[in-house]
Nanobody, 116 residues
Framework: QVQLVESGGALVQPGDSLRLSCEAS????????MGWYRQAPGKEREFVALKRWSGANTDYADSVKGRFTISRHKTKSTVYLQMNDLKPEDTAAYYC?????????WGQGTQVTVSA
């Protein structure tokens, strides 16, 4: 059974940096892609960033380009999200996503709160 475990969420101030991690376990297969979505209170879940394992292509939401960087572990099914210059509007529950053997999996979420 595939599980995605996120970590790294915290309460930070505007302008701070934070790194989220997500590790996939319970499978012998490499992901096709892993990434991050977020959901703020009262809003729909939205795409943040995605990294494909083949070709190492990455995609970002316009709202985070230039501030967030997604990367992966060289050997593990683990993805990171480095978030710099955090803004109050980045406050949300951040969910890890993985596509493994043509199935979508989601983590439980980790809370990021940006507040002065």
């Amino acid at each position: 059974q595939v599980q995605l475990v996120e970590s790294g969420g915290a309460l930070v101030q505007p302008g701070d940096s934070l790194r989220l991690s997500c590790e996939a376990s319970g499978t012998i297969y490499n992901p096709t892609a892993m990434g991050w979505y977020r959901q703020a209170p009262g809003k729909e879940r939205e795409f943040v960033a995605l990294k494909r394992w083949s070709g190492a292509n990455t995609d970002y939401a316009d709202s985070v380009k230039g501030r967030f960087t997604i990367s992966r572990h060289k050997t593990k099914s683990t993805v990171y999200l480095q978030m710099n210059d955090l803004k109050p509007e980045d406050t949300a529950a951040y969910y890890c996503y993985a596509n493994i053997v043509r199935r979508d999996f989601w983590g439980q979420g980790t809370q990021v709160t940006v507040s002065a």
